[in-house]
C-alpha cells in the first residue's frame, strides 16, 4: 500500500481528490480567468464531488480507527 492510497475497503483515495482537483484547474481558470459562468457550474460541481469523497474518506478512517 502506498503513502498516498488507502485500503481496498475504502471509499476512495487521495488519489482520486487528487484527480478531480486536477481535472478542475482548466474550469477553474476558465472561470477566474476569462468569466466562463458554465466552467464556475463545473468546478462547483467537482468541489461538491471531492467533499463528499473527503467526507466518506473521515468516515472510513474514524470507523477504521475505533474498530482497532
Not at 468569466?35 to 464556475?40: E, S
Request: net charge neutral; hydrophobic share 30%.
Amino acid at each position: 500500500m502506498s503513502d498516498n492510497t488507502m485500503s481496498d475497503n475504502a471509499p476512495t483515495t487521495l488519489n482520486d481528490m487528487i484527480e478531480l482537483l486536477t481535472e478542475a484547474q482548466t474550469d477553474y481558470g476558465k472561470f477566474y480567468g476569462d468569466g466562463n459562468k458554465a466552467a464556475g457550474t463545473r468546478v462547483r460541481k467537482v468541489m461538491q464531488q471531492i467533499k463528499t469523497a473527503a467526507h466518506d474518506v473521515r468516515v472510513h478512517v474514524q470507523s477504521t480507527k475505533n474498530g482497532q
